[in-house]
């Protein structure tokens, strides 16, 4: 499939692994534990999501549409949008536990690209989303060539701030009225980190400090 100029070659569909977490494309057949996950979790998620501001192109009108936008994005370079899977390794096989999506990705002079996530909250509190976020930049820098990686957090999403913390992402500043979040324009604190600063890798970089367990 032709990609739009600009863009990079990402080699989706990709699957990675690390320990009990897994990330891979989002599947049809995801579609009732996904809705399941949401409307579960509306109340905990709902000040960080994304909404369109007014009069903007509508979304995908069914979660099928949807897994096929995502894919057809991922296949034109222009994201990397992976479900966030969680193995508690008693047989059953990874489960449905949030996402994380790299977007925006730019090649040439910028070669960067934006990540954000989101995990279910009985998931919350296992390292999923700080190691899920260490795949996706490695992944980013080592095999798709990006420089650099950015995350936008709302300054008063405390549990986001953790995980950019916890993986040593660089604090840029702030950037007023940033995106559309929750039906208004929404202040955004922006973390970076370029390749050079995790030579190592930042998986490794984030294992070492925090070394895998077994976590039920």
């Given at each position: 499939m032709p990609r739009a100029w600009g863009t990079v070659s990402t080699g989706w569909p990709v699957t990675l692994t690390e320990g009990q977490v897994v990330l891979r494309p989002l599947r049809r057949r995801d579609a009732a534990m996904w809705q399941q996950i949401r409307t579960r979790n509306q109340a905990w998620l709902q000040r960080w999501e994304a909404t369109l501001p007014p009069g903007g192109a509508p979304g995908a009108a069914s979660f099928g549409e949807l897994v096929r936008a995502l894919n057809q994005q991922g296949k034109q370079g222009r994201m990397l949008p992976w479900a966030v899977c969680w193995d508690d390794q008693h047989g059953k096989g990874p489960e449905l536990a949030g996402q994380v999506t790299v977007s925006g990705l730019v090649g040439g002079s910028a070669s960067l690209g934006q990540i954000g996530y989101?995990?279910?909250?009985?998931?919350?509190?296992?390292?999923?989303?700080?190691?899920?976020?260490?795949?996706?930049?490695?992944?980013?820098?080592?095999?798709?060539?990006?420089?650099?990686?950015?995350?936008?957090?709302?300054?008063?999403?405390?549990?986001?701030?953790?995980?950019?913390?916890?993986?040593?992402?660089?604090?840029?500043?702030?950037?007023?009225?940033?995106?559309?979040?929750?039906?208004?324009?929404?202040?955004?604190?922006?973390?970076?980190?370029?390749?050079e600063e995790v030579p190592g890798g930042l998986l490794a970089r984030w294992r070492s400090a925090h070394p895998p367990t077994l976590v039920e």
């Open positions: 989101w995990i279910d909250e009985r998931f919350a509190g296992k390292g999923i989303i700080p190691t899920a976020v260490a795949m996706a930049t490695d992944y980013c820098f080592n095999v798709v060539g990006l420089h650099r990686i950015e995350i936008a957090i709302r300054p008063e999403n405390a549990k986001s701030l953790r995980v950019v913390e916890k993986l040593g992402f660089r604090a840029e500043g702030l950037r007023p009225r940033y995106l559309h979040i929750d039906h208004d324009w929404r202040d955004h604190l922006v973390f970076a980190l370029n390749a």
